[in-house]
């Protein structure tokens, strides 16, 4: 099994950044990829951006894409998400997540379907 734990969630104005990480404990050998997804009230959990684990392949929702960077620590079993630019419409619960699967496409590390274990979220809330 794989655990998961989210942290650097806090509160911003409109146009500061915050750098959120997810660290992995348990059976972090069979990790194949490590998303981000973000939910507020009312509406589904939507994807935000993932990394391979073992490759660099990187994925971004359009909305973020240019104002987000993702990367990891394979040592420390990590994944850093840097968000710039922030803006209100960014306020969510953000939650980490991994699978152990390894898929032919990246689309497949758009869903959330994809991923087995996630994390219990971390608030970002920016003020305009």
């Known amino acids: 099994q794989v655990q998961l734990v989210e942290s650097g969630g806090g509160l911003v104005h409109t146009g500061g950044s915050l750098r959120l990480s997810c660290v992995a404990s348990?059976?972090?050998?069979?990790?194949?990829?490590i998303g981000w997804f973000r939910q507020v009230p009312g509406k589904e959990r939507e994807f935000v951006s993932a990394?391979?684990?073992?490759?660099?392949?990187?994925y971004f929702s359009d909305s973020v894409k240019g104002r987000f960077t993702i990367s990891r620590d394979n040592a420390k079993s990590t994944v850093d998400l840097q968000m710039n630019s922030l803006e209100p419409e960014d306020t969510a619960v953000y939650f980490c997540?991994?699978?152990?699967?390894?898929?032919?496409?990246?689309?497949?590390?758009?869903?959330?379907?994809?991923?087995?274990?996630w994390g219990q979220g971390t608030q970002v809330t920016v003020s305009t």
């Open positions: 348990g059976r972090t050998f069979i990790l194949a990829a």
């Open positions: 990394i391979r684990w073992r490759g660099n392949s990187t």
């Open positions: 997540a991994a699978t152990d699967l390894t898929y032919p496409s990246g689309n497949y590390y758009y869903a959330r379907r994809t991923y087995r274990y």
